[in-house]
């Protein structure tokens, strides 16, 4: 019926239609996994200054306001441009002079496909559309003077089922699980019969007890630990998984040899950093505040202060996402007019705000609790010895919270570097993100993320784990080594 | 000679007077800095609106704050001069924050910066007019009122302290709930796109859509079975364990504790691909059960450090009696342990229940089919590329946290403790 509709209006949509705007569309939703073709043919040859907005929406739309931008395609000078190969790009496009000779798009270094004046049809391949969900698709011509033009909205969905995938071979990971457990069982069974031997009476039947939990935590924590750390060695991929092969140390090569990797583990370390102290210091703060005896309120206070924890991170995290953005609540509060999230040093403060805002509770409620500990004693006889708040703070309260302090912070530390939810749901490691190297907010986490499931490469995305995890060990153990050598000093 | 010695010998009334600064004072240049730094931020502020008068009257502002903390240094007995200038530029400060409030277009960060920049104008001449800060500043203190001054700087220092705790706490209370009023404000404006006054239109649209909706109901369906899962397989495997720990002595009882620890030591990255790749071989990709097993074990460590320190505090004697009395030692675990430590068992189910609750990194790896997805992947799923429901999303977030948030504030207490136990020692 819709299509009858549209048929009927084609016509009428046709008589608008000024030189080199797209009238036609045709939808083809079988030409890949996530994937639907798109053939626009234009009126008249295209001119220079015109734009084109491929528009899409899960509903039907009448107004372009309605739809999302897919992507835009503008017709200008060519020389100069990269022209990615078929495969090299997200979108594969083409054109078509005249001749009938198929072209692949040129693109600008933002990605913008730009064809030559004259060109009088594109083709082109839009990713990422979901599979088996249907959507319109529209294309808008925008003239360079400024008039709009509407193709008819058609209905389309990608239909190819996910076939790059190959199905994994069971047997390879039962026979690793099932041997794990059985030589656990025997190990746990050899250690038991020991206890027995010796005549241990304060062990009957306590290897039976944590068999369970111990077996679990082998199968389903050491297992995946050491496989991944033998992924990282093979040439696995979304399109070669089981027959993935050994290839020695390339992964690694590949990992340091990234464009960005510095950056990226710069911005990791910043992001730590700047995190714990903030928390570590704002937490201190807070709890000195809650710390003051027979203050009024403080349960009322301490209640909403715990709140960013107590509410699930996704949610607050998305909710700060949303008061970012250019109509949300920073600029209504602020009286500005800023798009923070869309400037790379914005979304990182961005990104850095929110994840100090959601970590100080846990920190304040660790220090208060060390607080507590302190004896009283000692504040009376700096107060009969008539040393001041300040005095107290530096010579008392510091040196005495340190030895909760230094764990505290490592864990802090740990948390933080590992933090997926604040980077992938505020920014994504947005706004610039490249093809094939970290985006601007991007951490090691989250780009290994993309890694392994935006590009498939789980050899690749197995070796930037171990060296996360490297780097972290050696960190947390520099930390460790540095602050008991200056507790010795002290 | 005499010349020469630096300290001329103080009588007892010089002592008290010169000790003796009015807490005001006192108070009013430690805390002046902070004034001066939000009516630094105020000039910062105008900038980013590109305001140019208002850049020009909040740096005048913050001009007045400056000569009025270097005169408050100034302040001493026998300086009636300076206090009367603090009169007069106070005066003068306060008629500029009222002209660059006016000029602005008074939202409410206007109205906290106004209040910031306006009210110490207001404080200073207040605080310069005391009876005691008058006689001070006169030079005309007698020995015994200083005294009083001292005794009184005490219960006054008491006072402003009191005062300066409510309004830091006060500043982060407000940093806090500002996102939580936001997203309420949104769950019940019409329409999903932001924008709008505060509560300039209420309707309960997004609720009425959530709770006819299928998906929302489906995603808290998978939600509570894997929460649910999760936490009974989590407390099967839990409870033996820390109660071995907890009491018996055995071979291999060392290695197996530090296993534990040594787990939550490694970053879940290092485990997202391998554990993927394990999961799909196992089928178990898009099933509640492939869930529930990886969130049983991620929070299996904790569970069983906290436990052991709750089983620690059940007194042996109570088990050795039973034991002497005939009953076996897995009857002594059922009958008398396990009701004894029931409360704790309940903090850690919690505990479980909320991990599993709240996850979604694992979640958005593991269920990637929409009928799979748990709530935190499915609300996340409310704002992204090719949608951003606002107002579904808000109401989703308030329905979705409201218990969550109840039960821990109501817990909170056990929470922490228990959390502390096992992740500060580890």
């Given at each position: 019926m819709k299509r009858f509709l549209i048929l009927l209006l084609f016509p009428i949509l046709l008589g608008n239609v000024s030189a080199g705007s797209v009238n036609q569309i045709e939808l083809d939703?079988?030409?890949?996994?996530r994937q639907v073709g798109i053939e626009m043919v234009l009126s008249e040859p295209a001119t220079n200054g015109t734009y084109y907005e491929i528009r899409m929406n899960d509903s039907e739309f009448s107004r372009t306001e309605d739809s999302l931008l897919h992507s835009v395609i503008i017709v200008g000078e060519t020389a100069g441009l990269m022209q990615p190969e078929m495969g090299d790009w997200y979108d594969d496009c083409h054109y078509v002079l005249g001749d009938d000779i198929f072209v692949p798009i040129h693109r600008k270094s933002d990605g913008t496909g730009v064809v030559p004046n004259g060109t009088v049809s594109i083709g082109c391949t839009l990713t990422g559309i979901p599979s088996g969900q249907e959507y319109y698709f529209a294309v808008l011509t925008i003239h360079s003077n400024g008039t709009e033009v509407i193709s008819p909205v058609i209905l389309s969905s990608s239909t190819t089922e996910d076939t790059l995938v190959a199905p994994l071979k069971t047997s390879p990971y039962l026979f690793a699980i099932g041997s794990i457990s059985l030589s656990l069982i025997a190990l746990l069974y050899g250690l038991r019969w020991l206890d027995y031997r010796d005549g241990r009476?304060?062990?009957?039947?306590a290897h039976f007890y944590i068999a369970p939990a111990l077996l679990s935590l082998a199968v389903l924590t050491f297992y995946p630990v050491i496989y991944g750390i033998w992924l990282a060695l093979t040439d696995a991929d979304q399109s070669r998984l089981g027959e993935h092969v050994f290839v020695g140390l390339e992964n690694f090569f590949t990992v340091f040899s990234t464009s960005g990797f510095l950056r990226v583990t710069g911005f990791t370390l910043l992001w730590t950093v700047v995190n714990v102290v903030s928390h570590i210091s704002f937490g201190l703060l807070l709890a000195l505040a809650l710390n003051k005896s027979g203050l009024r309120g403080k349960t009322a206070y301490r209640t909403i202060l715990l709140l960013p924890w107590a509410i699930p991170s996704y949610i607050t995290v998305l909710v700060w996402r949303g008061m970012f953005e250019?109509?949300?609540?920073i600029n209504d509060l602020l009286g500005t007019d800023l798009n923070?999230?869309?400037?790379a040093n914005g979304a990182r403060f961005a990104v850095i705000l929110v994840n100090i805002w959601l970590g100080i509770p846990f920190m304040m409620m660790s220090i208060s609790g060390a607080l507590q500990a302190l004896p009283k004693e000692m504040y009376e006889a700096a107060e009969v010895d008539g040393i001041g708040t300040l005095g107290q703070f530096r010579h008392l309260t510091l040196p005495n919270l340190r030895s909760a302090l230094v764990p505290l912070s490592l864990l802090g530390f740990i948390w933080t570097f590992n933090m997926f939810n604040v980077i992938y749901l505020m920014t994504d490691g947005g706004p610039n993100l490249d093809f094939d190297g970290p985006g601007s907010t991007d951490i090691l986490i989250t780009y290994v993320y993309d890694v392994a499931f935006r590009d498939g490469a789980y050899g690749v995305a197995a070796a930037w784990s171990v060296v996360i995890f490297v780097m972290l060990v050696v960190f947390s153990w520099t930390y460790m080594k540095r602050t008991n050598a200056t507790e010795a000093v002290t | 000679m005499s010349s020469m010695d630096p300290i001329p010998r103080a009588s007892k009334s010089d002592l008290a007077r010169r000790w003796y600064v009015p807490q005001e004072i006192q108070s009013l240049r430690a805390y002046y800095p902070v004034v001066i730094f939000v009516a630094s931020l105020s000039v910062v502020i105008s900038i980013m609106r590109g305001n140019e008068d208002a850049i020009y009257s909040s740096m005048c502002i913050v001009f007045v704050h400056l000569v009025l903390l270097l005169l408050l240094r100034q302040l001493d007995h026998g300086t009636k001069n300076i206090r009367d200038g603090i009169f007069v530029i106070s005066g003068i400060g306060l008629f500029l924050s009222i002209l660059h409030h006016l000029d602005g277009p008074g939202l409410w960060i206007d109205i906290w910066f106004t209040t910031w920049m306006a009210v110490p104008f207001l404080l200073v001449p207040v605080a310069g007019s005391m009876p005691m800060v008058t006689l001070w500043v006169s030079g005309r203190l007698t020995v015994k009122a200083a005294e009083l001054g001292l005794r009184m700087n005490r219960v006054m220092a008491e006072k402003h302290s009191h005062a300066l705790h409510h309004l830091v706490l006060l500043h982060a209370v407000t940093i806090v709930a500002l996102p939580l009023l936001w997203i309420l404000d949104v769950a019940v404006s019409p329409g999903n796109s932001l924008g709008g006054g505060f509560m300039d239109e209420v309707t309960g649209e997004h609720f009425e859509k959530l709770v006819s909706s299928e998906s929302f109901w489906l995603w808290t369906r998978n939600s509570f079975i894997v929460s649910i899962g999760t936490t009974l397989l989590g407390l099967a495997l839990a409870i033996p364990a820390g109660y071995a720990f907890s009491r018996f002595r055995f071979r291999g009882r060392d290695p197996a504790m530090f296993a534990f620890l040594l787990v939550q030591m490694f970053p879940g990255v290092i485990i997202l691909v391998p554990y993927f790749l394990v999961m799909k071989a196992l089928g178990l990709l898009n099933t509640s059960l492939g869930l529930i097993l990886a969130y049983s074990v991620t929070a299996l460590p904790l569970c069983v450090w906290m436990l052991k320190g709750f089983f620690d505090t059940v007194p042996r004697e109570l088990e050795e009696a039973a034991l002497v009395d005939g009953c076996s030692q897995t009857q002594v675990f059922w009958r008398i342990v396990l009701p004894l430590s029931l409360p704790a068992v309940a903090v850690t189910a919690l505990f479980s229940f909320l991990a599993a609750w709240n996850e979604f990194l694992l979640a958005l790896t593991f269920n990637t089919s929409e009928e799979m997805y748990t709530l935190p992947v499915g609300l996340a799923s409310l704002i992204s590329s090719t949608g951003q429901a606002w107002g579904d999303f808000a109401a989703a977030s308030l329905l979705v946290s409201l218990p969550v948030v109840i039960l821990f504030i109501a817990f909170q207490r056990f929470l922490i403790e228990g959390l502390s136990a096992g992740g500060v020692k580890g």
């Open positions: 939703g079988s030409v890949g996994y009476t304060t062990s009957k039947g250019p109509a949300g609540a923070l999230l869309a400037d | -």
